[in-house]
């Protein structure tokens, strides 16, 4: 599984990427968490809000900073 | 301080729950508590201030520091209650306004409606400078005026809740409303002037280029209970940042209302002297997150002989024109645009403010 945060480097994408490697950890998951600073590459989700979670190339939340149980839910846990 | 989260105001308290959902229903009961708490502490302040004051700590009203005391017992209270309460109800509104349903809204407006319209939407839609720029191409993508962008720009930032709530709480709802109409009208027109510029060849180019979209975000359905949640959660990440600045400047606006005499800023910050508002643009400009501290302050100046014109340019020097945020911009738009926005919104803030120093 491939997760990625989308976000130009403010404090929320940091928490965000933060709390997204806490669900993967917590979950003894395999998936990746990546970053995506480049408005470009951001743009190219369809989001204008950061920061967004991306989940296997699928948008899961843009704008918003869901805590690490949260994901883990969006991560189908 | 008392827990942000368990205070929530009465406008939403009759909200109903959807029939049939034992949570909604808890949380509509939950709601309803808090509304009442909330208004037996709002009416708790004016007394629970003077007892405070003058029994407990034995000041009398008429020594400077019995009045600064008094002062910050009053207002901090006061203030902090109101902005939990316009916090949490503008966090439900903005459930409503998702940016990508905003631009869906904007899209093959004419200019001027597109105008009004961005600059009104402005004011609703959640809005985080940190995200200007993924909004901006999300606008330009789908053919939205450039001008009709920027309004929308101009307005998000200049016309917020925590400002209005300062406004509110410390001098009075025409101040309040003073601010927010003209705020809306500087959006508005600084945003149509854009426009008539034709300022796109100072957009960066790239921003034109078609951008393959390889995902599409589609948010999702909201019920009673997540919109509920939506305010709390403002609540928690607003105020939870602001309340140290606005303690501190209603502090130091407690000092000067009961320390600095009166008709001392008359002559700085008076009507007369008109080179007041210009420097309190100048000034007002490279501040930002501290905002919400230096109204409290303002407001005091303002007891001493300040004029409200200065005050409101002020306001929207401050949070309407941020630093930070033409810096974030910088990766869309050229210097030369960067510029000009900020001339043309910086021209509409000194009008204001020199109308309201001469009709006020």
Same mark, same amino acid.
């Given at each position: 599984m !491939?997760?990625?945060?989308?976000?130009?480097?403010?404090?929320?994408?940091?928490?965000?990427?933060a709390?997204?490697? !806490?669900?993967?950890?917590e979950?003894? $998951?395999?998936?990746?968490?990546?970053?995506?600073?480049?408005?470009?590459?951001?743009?190219?989700?369809g989001?204008? $809000?950061?920061?967004?979670?991306?989940?296997?190339?699928k948008?899961?939340t843009?704008?918003?900073?869901?805590?690490?149980?949260?994901?883990? !839910?969006?991560?189908g846990? | 301080?008392?827990?942000?989260?368990?205070?929530?105001?009465r406008?939403?308290?009759?909200?109903?729950?959807?029939p049939?959902s034992?949570?909604?229903?808890?949380i509509?009961?939950?709601l309803?508590?808090?509304?009442?708490?909330?208004?037996?502490?709002y009416?708790?302040?004016?007394?629970?201030?003077?007892?405070?004051?003058?029994?407990?700590?034995?000041?009398?009203a008429?020594?400077?520091?019995?009045?600064?005391?008094?002062?910050?017992?009053?207002?901090?209270?006061?203030?902090?209650l109101?902005?939990?309460?316009?916090?949490?109800?503008v966090?439900?509104?903005?459930?409503?306004?998702?940016?990508?349903?905003?631009r869906?809204?904007?899209?093959?407006?004419?200019?001027?409606?597109?105008?009004?319209?961005?600059?009104?939407?402005?004011v609703?839609?959640?809005?985080?400078?940190?995200?200007?720029?993924?909004?901006?191409?999300?606008?330009?993508?789908?053919?939205i005026?450039?001008?009709?962008t920027?309004?929308?720009?101009?307005?998000?930032?200049?016309?917020?809740?925590?400002?209005?709530?300062?406004?509110?709480?410390?001098?009075?709802?025409?101040?309040?409303a003073?601010?927010?109409?003209?705020?809306?009208?500087?959006?508005?027109?600084?945003?149509?002037?854009?426009?008539?510029?034709?300022?796109?060849?100072?957009?960066?180019?790239?921003v034109?280029e078609?951008?393959?979209q390889?995902?599409?975000?589609?948010?999702?359905?909201?019920?009673f209970?997540?919109?509920?949640?939506?305010?709390?959660?403002?609540?928690?990440? #607003?105020?939870?940042?602001?309340w140290p600045?606005?303690?501190?400047g209603?502090?130091?606006?407690?000092?000067?209302?009961?320390f600095?005499?009166?008709?001392?800023?008359?002559?700085?910050?008076?009507?007369?002297?008109?080179?007041?508002?210009?420097?309190?643009?100048? #000034?007002?400009?490279p501040?930002?997150?501290?905002?919400?501290?230096?109204?409290p302050?303002?407001?005091?100046?303002?007891?001493?002989?300040?004029?409200?014109g200065?005050?409101l340019?002020?306001?929207?020097?401050?949070?309407?024109?941020?630093?930070?945020?033409?810096? #974030?911009?910088?990766?869309?738009?050229?210097?030369?645009?960067?510029?000009?926005?900020?001339?043309?919104v910086?021209?509409g803030?000194l009008?204001?403010?020199?109308?309201?120093?001469?009709?006020?």
């Amino acid at each position: 599984m !491939k997760i990625q945060v989308l976000g130009t480097g403010c404090a929320k994408c940091k928490t965000l990427t933060a709390n997204a490697e !806490k669900a993967v950890q917590e979950l003894g $998951s395999d998936a990746t968490v990546e970053k995506v600073e480049d408005v470009r590459e951001i743009m190219k989700f369809g989001v204008m $809000s950061t920061p967004a979670l991306v989940v296997d190339g699928k948008v899961m939340t843009a704008g918003k900073v869901p805590t690490p149980d949260q994901i883990k !839910k969006l991560l189908g846990a | 301080m008392t827990d942000a989260n368990s205070l929530v105001p009465r406008e939403t308290a009759s909200a109903s729950a959807r029939p049939g959902s034992g949570l909604g229903t808890r949380i509509a009961a939950l709601l309803a508590g808090s509304a009442a708490i909330w208004i037996a502490l709002y009416f708790t302040i004016e007394p629970g201030s003077r007892l405070l004051t003058h029994r407990l700590l034995g000041l009398g009203a008429e020594t400077h520091l019995g009045a600064a005391v008094a002062f910050f017992l009053f207002e901090a209270p006061k203030v902090l209650l109101l902005l939990v309460a316009v916090v949490f109800g503008v966090g439900i509104v903005r459930s409503f306004f998702t940016p990508e349903r905003t631009r869906a809204l904007l899209a093959g407006r004419r200019e001027s409606i597109g105008n009004v319209l961005a600059s009104l939407l402005g004011v609703v839609t959640p809005f985080c400078s940190c995200s200007a720029v993924p909004l901006f191409l999300g606008f330009v993508e789908v053919g939205i005026p450039l001008g009709v962008t920027l309004s929308f720009l101009i307005s998000a930032p200049m016309v917020n809740e925590v400002a209005l709530v300062l406004l509110l709480g410390l001098f009075g709802w025409k101040v309040a409303a003073l601010y927010l109409s003209t705020g809306l009208l500087i959006a508005i027109v600084a945003g149509w002037v854009l426009g008539r510029l034709r300022l796109e060849r100072w957009v960066e180019s790239w921003v034109y280029e078609s951008m393959k979209q390889s995902a599409t975000y589609q948010a999702e359905r909201l019920g009673f209970t997540e919109r509920v949640g939506c305010g709390a959660t403002a609540v928690r990440e #607003i105020v939870g940042k602001v309340w140290p600045y606005v303690l501190a400047g209603i502090a130091v606006g407690a000092f000067i209302h009961g320390f600095v005499p009166e008709g001392l800023m008359a002559g700085i910050m008076g009507k007369q002297a008109w080179w007041s508002v210009p420097l309190a643009v100048v #000034i007002g400009v490279p501040m930002y997150s501290n905002a919400a501290g230096i109204i409290p302050v303002v407001q005091a100046l303002l007891g001493k002989g300040a004029a409200l014109g200065t005050v409101l340019a002020f306001m929207m020097s401050v949070i309407g024109l941020s630093l930070p945020e033409m810096i #974030i911009l910088r990766k869309v738009l050229r210097p030369q645009l960067i510029a000009t926005f900020v001339g043309i919104v910086a021209v509409g803030i000194l009008a204001v403010g020199w109308l309201f120093n001469a009709v006020l």
